[in-house]
């Protein structure tokens, strides 16, 4: 059978000649491993590894001068994030998780004044919505569009909550860092 001169070739023939190849594209990608649907928009559709809190916790506890906190998260939590920042003249120690709605939550904890802080977490145009009570201590709540986060002032640190999520992830987070001790620093 002879093949047809090239002024005969349709977009009929591109497409069957693609959909071969898109077959073992598909077939190559599943079988690796590499892809994933992630249909129920939760924390364990993260593919990503999970970041060691503890260890990142415990490490600043030893090299910050101010008392670190490590709060015993939700079932369904996964760690994804950590990092120490500085701010106005000193460090700011965050760690982040994707709840089990799939909302990122963050914990910063800082010596720096509540003004930096502020300034540091709402890149710089976060403005004030109020206060509310939680773990038993008032909480300084700020705004930048979607982004949320809380402050309380325990003396000697700051502790802020920051999410995009619902509140009660920020209720739960903000209990639980205020349920804990300061890790001993080594």
Known sequence: MADKPRILHSSKDMIWSLIPLLVICAFVAIASGNCSV?????AGDDQT????VSSALQANAGALPFPIRMPDTPDGWKPNSGSTVPVGGTSVSNVGWVSDVG????LSQTDAAEDDLVVHLGD???L???TRTEGGREWV???NGDKKFWITDLGDVRIAVLSRGPDEDMSELARAVLAKQPLPST
Do not use: I, K, R, S
């Open 124 to 126: 710089g145009e976060a």
């Open 38 to 42: 992630g249909l129920t928009g939760q």
């Open 49 to 52: 590894p999970e970041f060691d």
């Open 103 to 106: 909302a990122y939550v963050q």
């Open 141 to 143: 709540t700020y705004a």
């Open 128 to 130: 004030g919505t109020g």
